[in-house]
């Protein structure tokens, strides 16, 4: 019985294990913890093709050096949302992925 809710990440069988957790750090390291999108500081290692049900168990996907990207939290959200929202100019997410008004900086 899988009771996975749609807010629950496929991804995260995989980002609990400790073979994630070295391969993370490897990559950040590589990376220099730079952002590959923005170049500005990140540190979210993400998959480039996206954990799927289908493929959460292929390691070829999963623990694929070739399918990481560093991103800072914007990038990331950009990237998680771009599906379901449609990004404004004056608006962000926070650390929880919340909808936000952006301060102006
Ligand atoms: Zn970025």
Redesign the pocket.
């Known amino acids: 019985m899988c009771n996975y809710s749609s807010s629950k990440r496929v991804g995260d069988r995989i980002y609990h294990t400790s073979a994630w957790r070295k391969l993370r750090r490897a990559y950040y390291g590589s990376q220099h913890g730079i952002?590959?999108?923005?170049?500005?500081p990140?540190y979210i290692v993400d998959h480039i093709e996206e954990i799927t049900e289908e493929n959460v168990n292929d390691p070829f996907v999963t623990f694929n050096w070739e399918n990481l990207q560093l991103?800072?939290?914007?990038?990331?959200n950009r990237k998680t949302f771009k599906k379901h929202f449609a990004i404004r100019e004056d608006v962000t997410f926070d650390e929880s992925g919340q909808l936000v008004k952006k301060e102006s900086y």
């Not at 952002?35 to 500005?40: D, L, Q, R, T």
């Not at 991103?71 to 990331?76: E, N, Q, V």
């Open positions: 952002c590959e999108w923005c170049g500005k990140g991103l800072c939290l914007p990038c990331s």
